[in-house]
């Protein structure tokens, strides 16, 4: 028996724990308010701003009789239900919420999102544009307000409108409203406020040339609306902006397995650089947007090596060809390279070490090693470089 009554008040645990993790009652921004109202008058109260990710109320009306008091309040009452739909699915969880006691005074009530329609209720008692009403006579009262109610399309104010329905006498009425908050909602992101950041990562430079865009915006949405609140991003600075589009552009590509796509780009982009002759941007843009991010693979060392080939920077093509060689030693284009390099930089022993070592090599299916040095020598001359220290290199290839 203390097995089930262990196994069941498990569950029940269990259950609780889970629910609340959807959102929670907020108690510190509930309200309680009590009046004394007039005999056939009207009265107004405002509640307490509701926070952002209200999609459900409790409210709790009770009229209580001279030297009456509530014997819990509506927070108290609310820790025993986990979340609204312990309220909302049937008459045990509204019972659960009324007053123990309530005096003999009635009053009618209605609830307003709007100040104006509030005001007039007051002067007038006109209750068209109420969101919520009960003609009824009441003593006590308990309803729970979601988000198919208009109410909750205009927060965070509401104001409930009531009247006396005393003759004589004057009555207290106890007000008592609870937000449920729920967590994801309280962040703000709407399908509405994504847009804004889908807006912003389909205006990335890259973007149009990813190959699987629409699965790296919904990571990049994902992870931006994780992280940050809708408030948070829209007092963002535009710097700040920057840098965290640049942390969760890298995440995205990474978990959307687009990083090499990514990095094709910035080649390309250096590959028109110096197509258009502008050397040094490209040379400036392989160092500071592919090798100081720890992207770079030998290719791109070969790449900028080239580049210092032709602007006549020999030792920094030395370096660049050595560390592409590091970087994939069986790719014999990037041990010629080096072997080239060495010549311009009249280390010619060294070069000619290399080249008797792999000169019956292929340097793909197609091209022998001796074919490629060849064109690599006419291209050198092409391009208005001194080629005469080749000459030793092509009598070990002959």
């Not at 307490?48 to 001279?66: K, Y």
């Not at 019972?95 to 009618?108: Q, R």
């Not at 070969?302 to 030693?329: C, H, N, R, V």
Request: net charge neutral; glycine share 4%; aromatic share 12%.
């Amino acid at each position: 028996m203390n097995k089930i009554v262990y196994f069941i008040s498990a569950i029940l645990f269990s259950s609780l724990i889970f629910a609340q993790k959807d959102g929670f009652w907020d108690k510190e921004r509930a309200t309680s308010k009590e009046i004394v109202l007039t005999a056939g008058k009207r009265a107004l109260i405002k509640t307490e701003e509701l926070p952002s990710g209200t999609t459900e109320f409790v409210f709790r009306i009770t009229l209580l009789n001279e030297g009456q008091k509530l014997t819990s309040s509506l927070v108290s009452v609310l820790k025993a239900i986990p979340d609204p739909t312990g309220i909302s699915q049937g008459a045990a969880g509204a019972i659960h919420l009324t007053s123990a006691i309530s005096g003999d005074d009635k009053c009618t009530y209605a609830i307003f999102n709007e100040s104006n329609q509030a005001n007039q209720f007051l002067k007038d008692g006109s209750s068209d544009k109420a969101c919520f009403e009960q003609k009824e006579k009441v003593n006590k009262e308990v309803k729970l307000i979601s988000t198919s109610s208009t109410c909750l399309t205009n927060i965070p104010n509401l104001w409930f409108g009531f009247e006396s329905q005393n003759w004589l006498l004057n009555q207290k009425i106890v007000l008592e409203v609870v937000p449920w908050v729920d967590y994801n909602v309280s962040r703000g992101w709407t399908k509405q406020t994504k847009k804004e950041i889908e807006k912003m990562c389909t205006s990335f430079s890259f973007y149009h040339q990813l190959s699987k865009k629409e699965i790296f915006t919904g990571e990049f949405i994902n992870l931006f609306t994780e992280r940050y609140k809708y408030a948070e991003f829209k007092n963002m600075l535009d710097s700040e902006k920057a840098t965290i589009n640049s942390e969760i552009t890298l995440q995205s590509l990474n978990n959307t397995k687009q990083m090499n796509d990514f990095i094709e780009l910035k080649r390309k982009t250096a590959w028109d650089f110096y197509k258009k002759g502008e050397y040094q941007k490209a040379i400036s843009f392989i160092q500071d947007e592919i090798i100081d991010n720890k992207w770079a693979q030998a290719k791109d060392y070969s790449a900028l090596g080239d580049i210092y080939i032709e602007t006549k920077q020999f030792i920094l093509a030395k370096e660049s060809y050595f560390k592409a060689t590091e970087l994939d030693s069986n790719h014999l284009w990037y041990q010629l390279k080096y072997a080239n390099a060495l010549v311009f930089n009249d280390e010619l022993s060294e070069a000619k070490e290399i080249h008797k070592k792999y000169k019956s090599n292929n340097i793909d299916a197609k091209t022998s090693w001796t074919q490629q040095a060849k064109l690599d020598i006419v291209f050198y001359k092409s391009k208005g470089l001194n080629v005469d220290d080749f000459k030793k290199i092509l009598r070990i290839l002959e």
